[in-house]
């Protein structure tokens, strides 16, 4: 048949022309190489940075763990929105973890050893010092261990005659707005521990780390119930994304 000028025509049939083609197409591209392809893209580019990677790829990598098979960037980016970045993911609970969509036991497993690990290590730099001398690492472990928390949560350092750690300990746990905060619990186990001091910390998950007004009521109601054990009170650190505010700083003990 002949050409017109402008328009093309195949000389053999449609099919047979382009069967070469569509054969070597789904060949090279089976349904599970586009996510093994990216994958492996993920890790050489982390091999040669991690800075280079944003909060959603450094996700899909931790992911790509415990999840070997699909698509996980929807899944990286739907923990990211649902928890508010990637301190929220690590500090969210199983059970929330579980709750986004292709998130299992192992995988929420797998987050939370990531930011035990991290808690762990923060703990240990605050613990080669006295506190009072390690502040600063003080308050970065605390936005670690609780700014991306969900709900609140209540807990105290427990400090020797030397201001060094003894222990830290959740106290409480409660809703997003409010946890239950007991002196006389406090200072039972301040004793038990034979602490002379404490510091108290919690954290805001709206965000903003500014302290309320029944935050510093309840804390002087923990500094009267240590008064008679000579068990001070140093601080009450509040925690948020936001930052970190501290009540002696801001003059309200």
């Keep these: 048949m002949p050409r017109e000028q402008g328009a093309f ?19 090279a591209t089976p349904a599970a190489a586009h996510y093994v392809g990216h994958r492996q893209r993920l890790r050489i580019r982390a091999a040669i940075s ?8 450094l996700l899909e990598l931790l992911l790509a763990r415990s999840l070997p098979r699909g698509d996980i960037k929807p ?30 036991q192992a995988a929420a497993l797998d987050l939370k050893l990531l930011h035990e690990a991290t808690v762990r290590m923060g703990r240990a730099e605050v613990r080669k010092r006295t506190v009072i001398s390690s502040w600063t690492a003080l308050l970065a472990y605390a936005k670690v261990a609780m700014a991306g928390a969900s709900r609140e949560q209540f807990r105290v350092l427990f400090l020797d005659k030397k201001n060094q750690l003894i222990a830290d300990e959740v106290m409480n746990e409660g809703t997003v707005d409010h946890a239950p905060v007991y002196p006389r619990e406090v200072m039972r186990r301040a004793l038990e521990l034979s602490a002379s001091a404490v510091i108290l910390a919690h954290n805001h998950p709206s965000g903003d780390p500014t302290p309320s007004t029944t935050d510093v009521e309840m804390t002087r109601q923990v500094i009267d119930a240590g008064r008679p054990l000579r068990i001070s009170v140093h601080d009450h650190i509040v925690v948020g994304r936001e930052g970190v505010a501290s009540l002696k700083a801001l003059g309200l003990i």
Excluded: M, N
């Excluded at 195949?10 to 060949?27: D, L, Q």
């Excluded at 991690?50 to 790829?57: G, H, I, K, T």
């Excluded at 970045?85 to 986004?100: F, H, I, N, Q, R």
């Design 9 to 27: 025509f195949f000389e053999a049939e449609p099919s047979e022309a382009i069967e070469p083609f569509r054969r070597t197409s789904v060949k």
């Design 75 to 104: 899944i990286a980016k739907a923990l990211l929105t649902r928890f508010g970045g990637l301190a929220g993911v690590l500090g969210g609970g199983l059970e929330e973890l579980k709750t986004v969509a292709g998130v299992g």
């Design 50 to 57: 991690f800075a280079a990677l944003p909060d959603y790829e």
